[in-house]
């Protein structure tokens, strides 16, 4: 299985903060890397695939870049709405793995 | 608006199955894979399993021989069946839609979860 690691795994951030968010995978996956974000209580959304293509209705302060083991998905002003977790998720083999998670407080 | 909602028991004995109900609305199944996947506080977001719309499986191997999925396009549902469940199968279990975009440059499809259900969470308890 491929191994998705997150970091940090937790982060305390203000509002208008630029947030970066990492995840390496255990070994290469080209582009095939998703983020989602899931607020308390509810599931995940869909913000980016295939690394750096943003899914439709996702506001342009996210933005994600990588490839081959290493990714990164950037907040460029933290707003309060996107206080959550976010997760990795690699599509590139079964079975598909998702990274532990980033916790974002102010 | 295309929907999914996951139905079912929410206390499930150890030792016994596990069975669970996705239902679309808004939306016909065809042509797209249709996941299985749990989050517990132990081992975070797992993918169990996806079925297609026409049947084919592919599950996750270390659930191979426990996990069964079947599809029923005509009510618009799919479902999962875990055998012999412990403690550790305790999850909030969500349904998800499996969907891809074609890059006709590099001739290739990129996946992603594009919709998912509001979870139901099992326990597994005596």
């Known amino acids: 299985d491929i191994q998705m690691t997150q970091s940090p795994s937790s982060l305390s951030a203000s509002v208008g903060d630029r947030v970066t968010i990492t995840c390496q995978a255990s070994?290469?996956?080209?582009?095939?890397l998703n983020w989602y974000q899931q607020k308390p209580g509810n599931a995940p959304t869909l913000l980016i695939y295939?690394?750096?293509n943003l899914h439709k209705g996702v506001p342009s302060r996210f933005g994600g870049s990588g490839s081959g083991r290493d990714f990164t998905l950037t907040i460029t002003s933290l707003q309060p709405e996107d206080i959550a977790t976010y997760f990795c998720?690699?599509?590139?083999?079964?079975?598909?793995?998702f990274g532990g998670g980033t916790k974002v407080e102010v | 608006q295309v929907q999914l909602q996951e139905s079912g028991p929410g206390l499930v004995k150890p030792s016994e199955t596990l069975s669970l109900t996705c239902s679309v609305s808004?939306?016909?199944?065809?042509?797209?894979?249709w996941d299985w996947i749990r989050q517990s506080a132990g081992k975070g977001l797992e993918w169990m399993g996806r079925?297609?719309?026409?049947?084919?499986?592919t599950y996750h191997p270390s659930l191979k021989g426990r996990l069964i999925m079947s599809v029923d396009t005509s009510k618009n549902q799919f479902s999962l069946t875990l055998d012999s469940v412990t403690a550790a199968d305790t999850a909030i279990y969500y349904c998800?839609?499996?969907?891809?975009?074609?890059?006709?440059?590099?001739?290739?499809?990129?996946?992603?979860?594009?919709?998912w259900g509001r979870g139901a969470l099992v326990t597994v308890s005596s």
């Open positions: 808004g939306a016909a199944m065809s042509g797209y894979y």
């Open positions: 079925i297609y719309s026409g049947g084919t499986t």
């Open positions: 070994q290469d996956i080209r582009t095939d």
């Open positions: 998720q690699q599509d590139d083999s079964h079975p598909l793995t």
């Open positions: 295939d690394a750096s």
């Open positions: 998800a839609r499996e969907a891809y975009v074609w890059d006709s440059p590099r001739l290739r499809n990129y996946w992603y979860f594009d919709l």
